[in-house]
T-cell receptor, first 110, second 112 residues
Framework: QQPVQSPQAVILREGEDAVINCSSS?????VHWYRQKHGEAPVFLMI?????EQKGHEKISASFNEKKQQSSLYLTASQLSYSGTYFC???????????FGQGTTLQVKP | KAGVTQTPRYLIKTRGQQVTLSCSPI?????VSWYQQTPGQGLQFLFE???????NKGNFPGRFSGRQFSNSRSEMNVSTLELGDSALYLC???????????FGPGTRLTVT
C-alpha cells in the first residue's frame, strides 16, 4: 500500500518553513526521506526507525509517530537549494522493501 | 567511493523487443533495488536483491525480471516491451537492509 504524502505541492519564499507529511495504512518499521531535483536521482536525507525518534539533518528534521503510522519532514528557514520533490519511503517490517509515496514538490523562491 | 552506475543511460526500443539494464552498486554494498519512475505512478518498487537472492518483489508482471551476480552487480530484463514500459529505471544500492539507499542516475527507456 503506497503511503500518502501531503501536501502535493508547496511554494515558499526563502527563509520560510514547511512541513511535509507521510501517512501509511500499514504498521511501519521504518520511514525514509529522499529529495529529488529535476533530472537527477533521488538523494537520501534521513531514515527513522520505529520508536518515535526524531532526526535532524542541517535545517531539515523529521519525526516518526509509530502509533499513527505517520512521519513528518520539517524544513526550517528554507533555502533555494531545498527546491525539489520530496519522497517518503516506508518499510513494513525489516524487509528491505521500500514503498514510496507520490512525492511532494517544493519550490523555494527568492 | 564511486557511486552507483547504470548503463545504458538512454535506450530506445520497439514494442515487442526485450531489454537488459545494468547496475553496478557502490563497492561493498550487497543490496540492490530496482525502481520504475513515471510521472503518473511515481517511484514504484520492482525488486530487491541481496547476495544474489531476490528477497522482495513488487507488483509487476513476470515480463520484468532481474538477477544479481556474485560481485553484487545487477541486471534487470524486460521482455515483450509495451508502450507503458517507457520510464526512468532507477537502481539503488545499500549496505544492508533498512539502511539508506544510494540511487544511480537511471536508465531512460523509451518504447515506440
Amino acid at each position: 500500500q503506497q503511503p500518502v504524502q501531503s501536501p502535493q505541492a508547496v511554494i515558499l519564499r526563502e527563509g520560510e518553513d514547511a512541513v511535509i507529511n507521510c501517512s501509511s495504512s500499514k504498521a511501519l518499521y521504518s520511514v525514509h526521506w529522499y529529495r529529488q531535483k529535476h533530472g537527477e536521482a533521488p538523494v537520501f536525507l534521513m531514515i527513522l526507525l520505529k520508536g518515535g525518534e526524531q532526526k535532524g539533518h542541517e535545517k531539515i528534521s523529521a519525526s516518526f509517530n509509530e502509533k499513527k503510522q505517520q512521519s513528518s519532514l520539517y524544513l526550517t528557514a528554507s533555502q533555494l537549494s531545498y527546491s525539489g520533490t520530496y519522497f517518503c519511503g516506508t518499510e513494513s517490517g525489516n524487509t528491505g522493501k521500500l514503498i514510496f509515496g507520490q512525492g511532494t514538490t517544493l519550490q523555494v523562491k527568492p | 567511493k564511486a557511486g552507483v552506475t547504470q548503463t545504458p543511460r538512454y535506450l530506445i526500443k520497439t514494442r515487442g523487443q526485450q531489454v537488459t539494464l545494468s547496475c553496478s552498486p557502490i563497492s561493498g554494498h550487497r543490496s540492490v533495488s530496482w525502481y520504475q519512475q513515471t510521472p503518473g505512478q511515481g517511484l514504484q518498487f520492482l525488486f530487491e536483491y541481496f547476495s544474489e537472492t531476490q528477497r522482495n518483489k513488487g507488483n509487476f508482471p513476470g515480463r520484468f525480471s532481474g538477477r544479481q551476480f556474485s560481485n553484487s552487480r545487477s541486471e534487470m530484463n524486460v521482455s515483450t516491451l509495451e508502450l507503458g514500459d517507457s520510464a526512468l529505471y532507477l537502481c539503488a544500492s545499500s549496505p544492508l537492509m533498512t539502511y539508506e539507499q544510494y540511487f544511480g542516475p537511471g536508465t531512460r527507456l523509451t518504447v515506440t
